[in-house]
């Protein structure tokens, strides 16, 4: 079965039987408290901050995005400079990251979309064609933004549509010379930034890799072929992946097919991403779970779902695989609210019930 954000294929009436069977053995047992989560926004809901509910939720970092290529439509003169004219922050970010520090949550913010005049005026899913207009706009963010000390290079790039140019490959298969493009492009520009982001403060923490479990291209087949020109890892502190998955987290799990990386692979993938990007200096980077959701109901990201119980079962247990693993930085979780049709993995219903999940992932 092949499962992955936006794609997760499958028979459903099967799957959901499989689900709630599997459920049923996990137990009601809550998840030890010390794994650290985080959560995608939204800061505002209905005009009303959400960082109360945050707090209650035991959120420790505030998660969103920073679009490069809607803060510079245009080249800045000097793109170091968050106040060149060419930039025009968001407010909600500004806002956010505000009331966040506010709140004592920290925040990561991922760069993500390059502009057409640094991308060969491409659309944004195109990869800078230098570098360093990527590394330049994160110190920039990094200066708009000096309490951010979190920050991951680029979304999902291991998709096509997220980032080019990305050729597809079959799982287990060697890459040739056109598919090696996308992870050599973006080993160069995650080293580069993450060299610039620790030149600016010791206190940066740099997250990439960014790859899900299903995707155009194999989370190991990616991090396989992360290579600087000289054959080198590039450097990054934290291995950011989301494991989204179709089954109920259990490192007793036998791994998922086709080099999938789900919930239950954890540790498989902390041992791989040892191996191919382990450094002298960070030898077996931790890793940062920046998205993770299991929807209630039928929606267009994901082809699966499972009852309200089964979503807050699963995540019982997938938070107490992260408190077993150290090699687990940070849990994320996407979509606290629903919002049918489109996303129905929330924890609180659209129309504003908490669901089952809303308690076990506070820890209660």
């Known amino acids: 079965m092949t499962l992955g954000k936006r794609g997760l294929h499958g028979c459903i009436a099967t799957l959901t039987a499989v689900v709630l069977m599997g459920a049923l053995a996990l137990g009601g047992a809550p998840a030890r408290a010390d794994a650290v989560k985080a959560m995608w926004g939204p800061y505002r809901h209905n005009g009303v901050s959400q960082f109360p509910v945050y707090k209650e939720l035991g959120i420790s970092i505030y998660e969103d995005d920073l679009h490069w290529d809607e803060i510079a439509p245009t080249r800045p003169r000097d793109a170091r400079n968050p106040r060149d004219a060419a930039y025009h922050w968001p407010e909600e970010v500004d806002d956010a990251v505000a009331e966040a520090n506010a709140n004592g949550i920290r925040v990561a913010l991922q760069i993500i979309g390059a502009p057409r005049w640094a991308n060969g005026r491409h659309p944004s899913n195109w990869a800078p064609n230098r570098v360093h207009d990527y590394s330049n706009f994160a110190i920039a963010a990094a200066r708009r933004y000096p309490a951010v000390h979190l920050w991951m290079v680029w979304g999902e790039p291991v998709r096509s549509k997220d ?164 090699q687990v930085y940070a849990v994320g979780w996407i979509h606290l609210y629903d919002n049918p049709p489109a996303s129905m993995g929330g924890l609180i219903a659209a129309n504003g019930a908490r669901k089952p999940g809303f308690a076990a992932f506070s820890g209660g």
Do not use: C
């Not at 298969?173 to 080993?187: E, G, M």
């Not at 502190?237 to 692979?265: C, E």
């Not at 959701?293 to 089964?310: G, I, N, Q």
């Open 163 to 326: 980032f080019e140019p990305l050729t597809p490959a079959g799982p287990y298969l060697r890459l040739n010379a056109r598919q090696r493009r996308a992870p050599h492009r973006y080993a160069r520009m995650l080293d580069a930034t993450w060299l610039a982001l620790h030149h600016e403060s010791g206190a940066n923490v740099v997250i990439g890799g960014m790859t899900d479990t299903a995707a155009d291209i194999t989370t190991r087949q990616w991090i396989e072929n992360l290579r600087m020109p000289d054959g080198r890892a590039p450097r990054l502190d934290l291995y950011g992946h989301n494991p989204f998955s179709v089954r109920a987290p259990n490192l007793a799990n036998r791994p998922a097919p086709g080099q999938q990386f789900d919930f239950s692979d954890l540790r498989r993938l902390s041992a791989v991403v040892a191996r191919f990007l382990g450094t002298p200096a960070n030898p077996a980077p931790r890793l940062f779970l920046s998205e993770w959701t299991v929807p209630t109901s039928v929606d267009k990201e994901f082809d699966f779902y499972v009852s309200p119980l089964v979503q807050a079962q699963w995540i019982t247990a997938g938070l107490k695989v992260a408190a077993e693993l150290p």
